[in-house]
């Protein structure tokens, strides 16, 4: 079974370019989560879907940050503009329905905004 | 709120010999309890985690923890270190009533040969 596939792995873009990372979860998951890693922050929870809904987006860090889930095996974050804050390594992770259930993570993307 | 502290930036510990990578956590409810291990540039691989039961849970490449419930503690441990597991450990917790996971600051292992 392929995990979660997240795209693209590295990202440089100049600031206030627009950045989408994307991620396709594992097949019969339901709940979606991006989660950032900053060496200051750690990692810490942006936003999570459940059936495609947004239902915790308190960690979104402003409204350059919006993320979507058109279909439960379909995600995007975008960031527009960027800002050389924003460099992090941008992680996807799934899981399946049950709560107590472990979260499968993608490999990250790195984004580099210059 | 739901919290969790590493309070060690880097374990030291000799190959074949005991490691312990620790973990406490503050949850409002009961608490669901997870360790990932995080290799450079990898995402994170889940190694185990504790739900309800038995309060020792084995997991993955011979990690095990320990869930103490009077002192909110969920210890990493392994019998005998390989060079190989040389990485950096995040400990997670969930209470029951979010789905989403919030990590402690993580720990790195080195285990020197």
């Known amino acids: 079974d392929a995990g979660v596939i997240q795209s693209p792995r590295h990202e440089v873009t100049e600031m206030g370019q627009e950045v989408t990372l994307r991620c396709k979860p594992i097949s019969g998951h339901n709940s979606l989560f991006w989660y950032r890693q900053t060496m200051m922050r750690g990692l810490e929870l942006l936003i999570y879907f459940n059936n495609n809904v947004p239902i915790d987006d308190s960690g979104m860090p402003e409204d350059r940050f919006s993320a979507k889930m058109p279909n439960a095996s379909f995600s995007t974050l975008k960031i527009q503009p960027s800002e050389p804050r924003d460099s992090a390594v941008y992680f996807c992770a799934s899981s399946p329905r049950q709560i107590q259930e472990t979260q499968y993570f993608g490999p990250g993307t790195r984004l580099l905004v210059l | 709120a739901q919290s969790v502290a590493q309070p060690e930036d880097q374990v030291n510990v000799a190959e074949g010999n005991p490691l312990t990578v620790k973990c406490t956590y503050s949850?409002?409810?009961?608490?669901?309890l997870f360790w990932y291990v995080q290799y450079p540039n990898r995402g994170l691989q889940f190694l185990l985690k504790?739900?309800?039961?038995?309060?020792l849970v084995k997991g993955s490449y011979g990690f095990e923890a320990e869930f103490n419930k009077s002192q909110t503690s969920f210890h990493l441990k392994k019998p005998s270190a390989l060079v190989s597991d040389s990485a950096l450990y995040f400990c997670?917790?969930?209470?029951?009533?979010?789905?989403?996971?919030?990590f402690g600051s993580g720990t790195r292992l080195q285990v020197q040969p």
């Open positions: 949850v409002s409810g009961n608490p669901y």
């Open positions: 997670a917790v969930r209470d029951t009533g979010r789905r989403a996971l919030t």
């Open positions: 504790y739900i309800t039961g038995d309060n």
